[in-house]
């Protein structure tokens, strides 16, 4: 029963930080993506330059970041999405899925 709950992973839903990152995590509880407004970084998250995101498996982790380029027409909600998309197609390839 928990290998099959540590191989489902749940959809994105939001942290409790405001404004909110985005987390996914296991059956079990176990955070295995993350798209952070904050990027590690000292930048007002509220209007982030950059959204940083880290997908994990085991102990294997990708990370990335993808920039919020204003001047482009971006806003920070389609950088969100962006970084989820990102971090989702790593944790698959992590996982050897497709």
């Given at each position: 029963?928990?290998?099959?709950?540590?191989?489902?992973?749940?959809?994105?839903r939001?942290?409790?930080?405001?404004?909110?990152?985005?987390?996914?995590?296991?059956?079990?509880?176990?955070?295995?993506?993350?798209?952070?407004?904050?990027?590690?970084g000292?930048?007002?998250?509220?209007h982030?330059t950059?959204i940083?995101?880290?997908?994990?498996?085991?102990?294997?982790?990708?990370?990335?970041?993808?920039?919020?380029?204003?001047?482009?027409?971006?806003?920070?909600?389609?950088?969100?999405?962006?970084?989820?998309?990102?971090?989702?197609?790593?944790?698959?390839?992590?996982?050897?899925?497709?």
């Open positions: 029963m928990q290998a099959k709950l540590r191989g489902l992973v749940t959809e994105w939001e942290d409790l930080s405001t404004p909110p990152n985005y987390i996914r995590e296991t059956g079990m509880g176990e955070e295995v993506a993350r798209v952070d407004r904050w990027c590690g000292y930048q007002d998250v509220h982030p950059m940083g995101w880290r997908a994990k498996h085991g102990n294997q982790v990708i990370t990335g970041v993808v920039m919020v380029d204003g001047d482009a027409g971006q806003t920070t909600e389609s950088a969100l999405l962006q970084a989820k998309a990102a971090c989702s197609k790593a944790l698959f390839q992590l996982r050897g899925e497709k």
